[in-house]
């Protein structure tokens, strides 16, 4: 596929950041309470700081081979017959991780607004959003992100702003909490919600500038990262990190005890979820659009289309496979730390190759 050099920087942070921000929004403080109790705000930094070397490294990637796809580039830094199935794997993992996206959504929807509504219902309707969505070319996928970024930040922003009334700061002490056994392990759960940075390797082929790729990746892991932390900071003033602990969707709850000033609305919480839906669809959106464009890139295709629709029964199938929510979790928390080898690892092993061996693209 051929690059269309249409994303500007703006787009780029546009799209980065409506790619993070998503469905881990509502399970996130309480993956960093169950890291560290108090210490959650502290685990979700190192998390981002474990993110932000993920995002860096692809990045980097990037703007040496400007010209280049992630599979292009691959290929020729390592070889095709070793980059064809690390590429495969990359196409499996963010295949698997939108069909546990969606499948958490359709949770929370029939558990918190459509409680008659089949879950497979509500699953396959947003897929076959992001699949629509998806078809598009780079230029409208932007757009897209640039359009729903403002409607769910402000929100967001809001209601994180507005619970702080409610706030304690001894909850927040002490800062580096207590020692938990699976520390290490819930700051990679933690780090794997920012996973969507990966998108970066769709993004900087098509940029009109790649060399200010940089920018627009730290500036959007900074405003994606910044939001995720105030959130886990707003939920462990407010309701303290043993009660956190209770609590399925703590960012969910928090908006039920946030009220607009003079009583206005006294429950956010429907607005909230409604916010939270459009955040799911763009990330869904990165997802879904991640997955179907590398796999057309993987078999020489022109155009990414045909795959877009043959991947949703699969993409589906995967997402009705947890057999309840904690089940989903569980298996959401595997996923994800598998998945940082190939989003962290993976990345950092071919920058490294290709200084080593002194390969570039053209123009870098």
Do not use: C
Not at 132 to 161: C, T
Not at 308 to 320: G, N, S, Y
């Amino acid at each position: 596929m051929k690059p269309q050099k249409v994303i500007t920087v703006v787009q780029a942070t546009s799209i980065l950041v409506s790619t993070i921000v998503g469905v881990g929004v509502l399970p996130l403080p309480l993956f960093a309470v169950q890291a560290a109790e108090s210490g959650a705000p502290f685990a979700t930094l190192i998390a981002i700081g474990l993110a932000s070397v993920g995002l860096v490294l692809v990045t980097l990637l990037g703007m040496r081979f400007p010209q280049s796809t992630f599979v292009q580039l691959s290929e020729r830094i390592i070889g095709k017959w070793l980059a064809a199935p690390m590429s495969f794997l990359i196409v499996a993992f963010f295949a698997v991780l939108t069909a546990l996206a969606a499948r958490e959504f359709g949770t929370v929807v029939v558990t918190s607004v459509l409680k008659n509504t089949p879950i497979e219902v509500t699953v396959f309707v947003m897929l076959l959003l992001a699949t629509l969505s998806a078809r598009a070319d780079v230029r409208s996928f932007s757009y897209m992100h640039m359009f729903y970024l403002p409607v769910v930040m402000i929100p967001a922003l809001i209601i994180v702003v507005l619970s702080l009334k409610n706030s304690n700061t001894l909850y927040l002490m002490p800062i580096f909490g207590n020692r938990r056994p699976d520390f290490i392990g819930g700051v990679f759960t933690i780090a794997a919600l920012f996973q969507g940075y990966f998108i970066m390797t769709n993004v900087i082929p098509n940029m009109r500038r790649p060399e200010k790729a940089m920018i627009a990746g730290v500036t959007g892991m900074a405003i994606a990262g910044g939001l995720y932390l105030l959130l886990v900071v707003a939920v462990v003033a407010v309701f303290g990190s043993m009660e956190t602990l209770n609590l399925l969707w703590p960012t969910l709850e928090l908006a039920k005890t946030t009220a607009l000033p003079a009583n206005v609305l006294e429950r956010l919480d429907a607005a909230f979820l409604s916010v939270w839906v459009t955040a799911v669809f763009t990330t869904l959106l990165s997802s879904y659009f991640l997955t179907v464009r590398t796999m057309g890139e993987l078999l020489r295709l022109d155009d990414h289309k045909p795959f877009t629709f043959f991947v949703l029964p699969i993409v589906f199938w995967i997402a009705m496979l947890p057999d309840n929510v904690l089940n989903l979790y569980a298996v959401i928390e595997i996923v994800g730390r598998i998945g940082l080898a190939l989003t962290i690892v993976y990345p950092g092993a071919l920058l490294l190759i290709s200084a080593l061996r002194g390969v570039r693209g053209e123009n870098a």
